[in-house]
């Protein structure tokens, strides 16, 4: 079968791969449906690693997963062949001191798939333990349950701002999670959400998708809120200064979540700005288990998934997916690979 593997920096390849067995070590096979380029597909794509963790061995990249049962696996699972599922990337031990405690996403013992040495999901067969396997809603398509995953992040992100209603929120970035995030925001009580991307592009899709206010400069959070700073800053970019930006956009006492991971594992701030705001800065990772959350969202149409994926790759072309996302080229905001029909 076809692996889209990464090998270092900028080199992608579909390579052959060997078939997984239909159930091995716990984990059973799925067909591969749809997968969404993340920001950290992109990181290791452009440095060769996420945050220095870099693969020791040419890496399956892919973990927002859409996949469906095969014939195979039906029985094994309690599904009908054909059910479509999400695959939740993340793998915890449930046995350390953070899983008993209710923090799975802090798992140092995690296996997570597209990650060091676990496979991802942009191959044509996958393999993944049955309680990271999630049936959806048969209205779901396979782009929508993809998505579930970033939006889960934009659900634990909100989770940890402790989001006040009528709170005011800035969300500095507006590539997928960002966008995601703003509609997190709006449908969980912020009084007012303000978005800001240098994209102009970005900025556009923000506000279509109801942003309250959309800005490609940084100084129109000062604006719109007369010098005061907005109650919660959710950070969303991968600039190194974006933790110093969040800062000097949050009121005195408010609260950052850092969600984006930044070029080069490096954050960038003003002290005095950071002390002097006395603000709560969260380093959100990942999530824990929302994905039921996200079906409900998606379900109650307060959160637009659709609108993210603007461009579709066949897994064949996955290379060049990945190559326009990290260009920002053709108005991007996500880009999906799905398996061609037949495979």
Request: with cysteine; aromatic share 4%.
């Amino acid at each position: 079968m076809r692996a889209v593997r990464l090998h270092g920096p900028g080199d992608v390849r579909v390579e052959s791969v060997e078939v997984p067995s239909p159930v091995a070590n716990g984990q059973v096979r799925l067909r591969m449906r749809s997968v969404g380029i993340c920001g950290s597909d992109l990181h290791h794509y452009r440095e060769g690693s996420t945050g220095g963790n870099a693969p020791d061995s040419p890496l399956v990249l892919g973990h927002e997963i859409a996949a469906e049962v095969p014939p195979e696996s039906a029985d094994t699972l309690g599904l009908e062949a054909g059910t479509l599922v999400a695959v939740d990337p993340a793998h915890p031990c449930r046995r350390c001191e953070w899983c008993e405690r209710g923090h799975p996403n802090l798992c140092p013992h995690v296996e997570f798939k597209g990650v060091e040495a676990h496979r991802g999901g942009l191959t044509e067969y996958l393999m993944a333990y049955p309680d990271e396997i999630i049936p959806v809603p048969k209205s779901f398509d396979a782009d929508t349950t993809a998505l579930l995953e970033p939006l889960g992040v934009a659900i634990h992100a909100l989770d940890l701002a402790k989001l006040r209603v009528m709170d005011t929120v800035a969300v500095l970035g507006a590539g997928p999670i960002g966008l995601l995030c703003a509609q997190v925001a709006q449908a969980v009580g912020a009084g007012s959400c303000y978005v800001v991307d240098p994209l102009e592009y970005r900025t556009e899709m923000a506000a279509d998708l109801g942003a309250d206010a959309v800005a490609t400069d940084l100084s129109a959070i000062e604006e719109w809120t007369s010098g005061r700073g907005v109650d919660v800053v959710i950070e969303a970019t991968n600039d190194p200064k974006g933790i110093g930006d969040a800062l000097h956009s949050v009121r005195i006492g408010g609260d950052v979540v850092l969600v984006g991971i930044p070029e080069g594992n490096e954050h960038i701030l003003t002290a005095s700005t950071a002390r002097r705001k006395g603000a709560t800065v969260k380093w959100s990772r990942r999530m824990g288990h929302v994905y039921p959350r996200a079906i409900r969202m998606v379900q109650s149409g307060r959160v637009a998934i659709d609108p993210l994926i603007t461009h579709r790759f066949p897994l064949s072309e996955s290379p060049e997916a990945l190559a326009l996302q990290s260009r920002y080229d053709d108005g991007v905001i996500k880009a999906a690979v799905y398996q061609e029909a037949g495979l």
